[in-house]
């Protein structure tokens, strides 16, 4: 079973950073794709990006040069480097894993299995 879970999260003003990890609890970590998603209340879960084991990586157009998405493999530890952060930014961010067949082109949930509980993003300006 895996088991996902976020931390990192908080309250930031705009322009700043934040970094948010993932730990997992999974035997497969290296071979699965990971992806990051967010929320905000009355809005769509979106996807905003996702890292293969080959650590080629997909971001969403609205944090494309803002974000980077990161794995450390030996630590089973998934990040997202979040710069410039604007409002539009805050949610409820997840992070997400699937069952190690591989990203697709997109940043699509129904490809993901695995989810944490997430972790709060604010950001005030």
């Known amino acids: 079973q895996v088991r996902l879970a976020e931390s990192g999260g908080g309250s930031v003003e705009a322009g700043g950073s934040l970094r948010l990890s993932c730990g997992a609890t999974?035997?497969?970590?290296?071979?699965?794709?990971l992806a990051w998603f967010r929320q905000s209340p009355g809005q769509e879960r979106e996807g905003v990006a996702q890292i293969d084991k080959f650590v080629r990586t997909t971001y969403a157009d609205s944090v494309k040069g803002r974000f980077s998405v990161s794995r450390d493999n030996t630590k089973k530890t998934l990040y997202l480097q979040m710069t410039n952060l604007k409002p539009d930014d805050t949610g409820m961010y997840y992070c997400a894993a699937d069952r190690a067949s591989g990203c697709s082109g997109d940043i699509r949930d129904t490809d993901f299995t695995y989810w944490g509980t997430g972790t709060q993003v604010t950001v005030v300006s």
């Open positions: 999974t035997a497969a970590f290296n071979s699965r794709c």
